[in-house]
């Protein structure tokens, strides 16, 4: 759904209001602005008038460049540091001088480096490219005191056409065994999915020329991407996703991903009458492969369960987690005493690869 149809925000945010008042919550705490920009990337003082429509959409680069100052500034190891460029290039084998046009605003990333990126950081596939609205929309969806519900409807046809993943995957994904795809053929096959199943009116496929002039690109600058020998440039993913009116991420989110957003969109289509919230540690064991973490981490030494351990603490830093409250002044972080020594970019092998 492109970002100009999506509903209003406003509209939105009244029924976080609304939920949040029936779960005996502040709604106050719960839309905070700085949670609001926390969670969707977007600057705090942007916020309120993105709610309201009132705002201009940033350039495609300040953009990425605003919400990767973002990340740094709110995902910080779990020394209180931010992470430098090298630290956070290395998780995904490139070197941080690579990062150096992203940081200063100069430059997009190429777009294997923005899937590394979000992923370093724990954030949603799309979280550099969204929209204001889109993030914002996203930021709402996720805010409220349940956060998404789980139990939608599985029709593996319809979730195959909002996800780009097969019928088959579908099922490996939900099983917990999402098949592992390199990037370049994950999104060649989304971008085949999107062309098949999104034609134009009269029932054939968009032509490459007519999607790269959405963009003011030429239709051969799409050519190696269609014929899977290469990825397009951030610029041009972002484009191939605005000319088919699909989330910000669907190009390169992971399967499990992919599917959580769509599972979550129809359940906010089909809710009409409340339901109990799930236990969020089933929640978590079925989204997430625990069993075989266990398994393969039951054979750790003591040494090995502690760089577990600080491996886990960098993790929770990143996404934001490290010592949150639970909001009756406890702190979610039951590792106990964290070894504050060293420095902050994973010195002496401290991080798992």
Known sequence: MRAADRSDLTAARARVVASAERHGQDPDRVLAVERLSHLSGVAPERVPAVLTGTVPELPLCARVHQRFLRLRATRRDKHGKEWSLAAIAEDFDAPGASLGPLNAGTGLPRLGHAAGVQRFFGVYPGFLLADSKSAVERALATAGPGGRAEGAPDDLDRLSYL??????????????????????????????????????????????????????????????????????????????????????????APDSEALSVALAGIERELESAERPAENPMLAVMRAHDVRSIVTRAGRLSPGGWKALADHLDDLLAREGQLGRSDGNGRSDDTSGTSDTSGTDDRSAGGRAR
Do not use: M
């Open 163 to 252: 996800t780009g993943i097969t019928p088959e995957d579908i099922r490996l994904t939900l099983d917990g065994t999402p098949p592992r795809l390199p990037l370049k053929e994950q999104v060649r096959r989304r971008f085949e999915h999107l062309r098949r199943t999104r034609p134009r009116a009269d029932g054939q496929a968009h032509s490459l020329s007519a999607i790269a002039g959405s963009f003011d690109a030429s239709g051969q600058s799409l050519t190696r991407l269609a014929q899977g020998e290469g990825l397009p440039n951030l610029a041009a993913a972002a484009g191939i996703q605005r000319f088919y009116g699909v989330e910000s991420g669907f190009l390169l």
